[in-house]
């Protein structure tokens, strides 16, 4: 088994996915969570690989991008949380990089804006452009299944994705996106719902 050491943020973010598929695959790992100042140090000292986290360090060797570390955990794991028909990963794989990739990004500059009224203009943008583009693709896909997930009724890394987007998005804590936001979007509600509810995610909760 290898040595897993994750480094993030202390808070859920882009890494929650990534903790709750190690726990699901049954990986131990060690949880590095570093404040505003360790970040600085550790992006001025070149230890990220792309300036950023999470980073997941594999037997000491350390990687970058969320959509390859749960595709990598999914598969050394003892788990069912990446298909292995083709056409079942390719769907996991272009909901993982919706959200992670062409989301996560555009929200990004609004992240840094310091004029509050430039940041709700950023974010207003955000909301009906990337984001609307966004969740209407993953509605349709998830529709395709009849949900609650999205290849049905089995959890997958994009499921993890999906919801914690979801959870981020009402969590009221980006200023200009609430719980109104994603309203237009019931079939990614509802799976958060049947995520939440998920005995594999209740015993993660449970265990935080």
Do not use: W
């Not at 992006?43 to 749960?70: E, H, I, N, W, Y």
């Amino acid at each position: 088994m290898p040595n897993l050491e994750l480094t993030y943020f202390n808070a859920p973010g882009r890494a929650e996915p990534v903790r709750i598929a190690l726990f699901l695959a049954g990986l131990p790992f060690t949880d590095h969570r570093v404040d505003f100042p360790g970040f600085g140090a550790l992006k001025a000292s070149g230890a990220l690989p792309l300036g950023s986290v999470p980073v997941l360090d594999v037997d000491g060797q350390r990687f970058a991008q969320t959509g390859a570390m749960l595709r990598y955990i999914a598969r050394v794991g003892q788990s069912d949380l990446y298909p292995s028909d083709a056409y079942e990963a390719f769907l996991v794989d272009t909901c993982v990089d919706t959200l992670n990739d062409t989301l996560s990004n555009a929200l990004g500059p609004s992240m840094f804006e310091r004029d509050s009224a430039k940041k709700l203009e950023m974010r207003a943008a955000f909301v009906a452009g990337p984001l609307t583009l966004g969740c209407r693709y993953i509605e349709g896909l998830i529709a395709r299944s009849g949900g609650p997930f999205l290849l049905g009724e089995r959890l997958t890394i994009a499921d993890l994705v999906i919801a914690n987007q979801i959870l981020q998005l009402d969590s009221g804590r980006i200023d200009g996106i609430s719980t109104e936001t994603t309203a237009p979007y019931p079939r990614m509600r509802a799976l958060t719902a049947a995520y939440l509810e998920h005995p594999r995610i209740v015993a993660y909760q449970a265990k935080k």
